[in-house]
């Protein structure tokens, strides 16, 4: 009676189909964890280190301030 309520082989098939969504899933969370990361990466920074962390904006050259001066 236990053999035909829990058969020893299931005759499961998985196509290829799915093999790539769980692939796309995988890379998805690894871009996902990549942009988390950059948006973040100037606090951590500041947080372990013991220099003053800089903002996004003034480590990649784009201070309001000084493009303004430099344009009058």
Same mark, same amino acid.
């Given at each position: 009676? $236990?053999g035909?309520?829990?058969?020893?082989?299931?005759?499961?098939?998985?196509?290829?189909?799915t093999?790539?969504?769980?692939?796309?899933g995988?890379?998805?969370?690894?871009? $996902?964890? $990549?942009?988390?990361?950059?948006?973040?990466?100037?606090k951590?920074?500041g947080f372990?280190?013991?220099s003053?962390?800089?903002?996004?904006?003034?480590?990649?050259?784009f201070?309001?301030?000084?493009?303004?001066?430099?344009?009058s």
């Amino acid at each position: 009676m $236990a053999g035909i309520m829990f058969p020893i082989s299931a005759f499961a098939y998985l196509d290829p189909g799915t093999g790539s969504i769980i692939l796309q899933g995988l890379i998805a969370a690894l871009a $996902a964890t $990549a942009v988390v990361m950059r948006a973040y990466w100037y606090k951590i920074k500041g947080f372990f280190g013991k220099s003053e962390s800089k903002s996004l904006t003034e480590e990649e050259g784009f201070d309001t301030d000084e493009e303004s001066d430099s344009k009058s």
